[in-house]
């Protein structure tokens, strides 16, 4: 069975759900070079609802060599992503708040836009003051692929700004949304936001 967007019901999370509901599990580097990606793999053929998504993550590109990132993205992405349950790529992204190299970031983020249009998955994003270049590197590339904005927590100029350029927002749900989110959702269209429940304590 093939899902659309507007088919899931939780865009990001970290945890299984024994209901019905239908979601897409991520997956980091760490786990999917260990047994755990394996049992996940097979556990999502299992589940009618389980989707997953794999990305590096830009917290973890300082954990591992450069190169074994980018032969990971180039071996062992291709063969992960022809997987029917893959549904997206991420979370990936840039971070501007951690000390790794901005250059090195955007060029293992841009590595997987290319596998996001040749494998036709949308893309799941972790933004942090960085929204200017995601929107630059839209611009550039004109993708074809939507990119979901994960833990989207901003201002409505922002959001408009993202969404005009193909973005969706997804918001976390285990938080409470007050002062600039709650006045952003009021004001958006809501088919152009998704719902998250990420990690209660971890949410990143
Ligand atoms: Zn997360």
Same mark, same amino acid.
């Given at each position: 069975?093939?899902?659309?967007?507007?088919?899931?019901?939780?865009?990001?999370?970290?945890?299984?759900?024994?209901?019905?509901?239908?979601?897409?599990?991520?997956?980091?580097?760490?786990?999917?070079?260990?047994?755990?990606?394996?049992?996940?793999?097979?556990?999502?053929?299992?589940?009618?609802?389980?989707?997953?998504?794999?990305?590096?993550?830009?917290?973890?590109?300082?954990?591992?060599?450069?190169?074994?990132?980018?032969?990971?993205?180039?071996?062992?992405?291709?063969?992960?992503?022809?997987?029917?349950?893959?549904?997206?790529?991420? %979370?990936? *992204?840039?971070?501007? $708040? &951690?000390?790794?190299?901005?250059? /090195?970031?955007?060029? !293992?983020?841009?590595?997987?836009?290319?596998?996001?249009?040749?494998?036709?998955?949308?893309?799941?994003?972790?933004?942090?003051?960085?929204?200017?270049?995601?929107?630059?590197?839209?611009?550039?590339?004109?993708?074809?692929?939507?990119?979901?904005?994960?833990?989207?927590?901003?201002?409505?100029?922002?959001?408009?700004?993202?969404? %005009?350029? *193909?973005?969706?927002? $997804? &918001?976390?749900?285990?938080?409470? /949304?007050?002062?600039? !989110?709650?006045?952003?959702?009021?004001?958006?269209?809501?088919?152009?936001?998704?719902?998250?429940?990420?990690?209660?304590?971890?949410?990143?």
């Amino acid at each position: 069975m093939t899902y659309n967007l507007s088919d899931i019901n939780d865009i990001h999370t970290h945890h299984d759900y024994d209901d019905g509901t239908v979601y897409v599990k991520n997956l980091q580097l760490k786990e999917l070079l260990t047994d755990s990606g394996i049992s996940e793999f097979e556990d999502a053929s299992a589940r009618k609802n389980k989707l997953l998504s794999i990305g590096v993550h830009p917290w973890e590109i300082n954990d591992f060599p450069e190169e074994q990132i980018f032969s990971c993205i180039d071996r062992l992405f291709p063969t992960l992503l022809s997987h029917q349950k893959v549904f997206a790529i991420g %979370e990936c *992204g840039l971070d501007k $708040s &951690i000390s790794t190299d901005l250059t /090195l970031q955007k060029s !293992i983020f841009n590595k997987q836009i290319e596998l996001s249009e040749q494998y036709h998955k949308p893309m799941i994003l972790h933004v942090v003051r960085a929204y200017n270049e995601i929107i630059e590197f839209r611009k550039k590339l004109k993708p074809e692929q939507p990119w979901i904005i994960h833990g989207f927590n901003n201002n409505e100029i922002i959001a408009r700004k993202l969404i %005009e350029m *193909g973005c969706y927002l $997804s &918001i976390n749900m285990n938080k409470p /949304l007050t002062g600039k !989110i709650q006045h952003t959702i009021q004001n958006i269209p809501t088919e152009f936001i998704l719902k998250e429940t990420d990690t209660i304590e971890n949410a990143k």
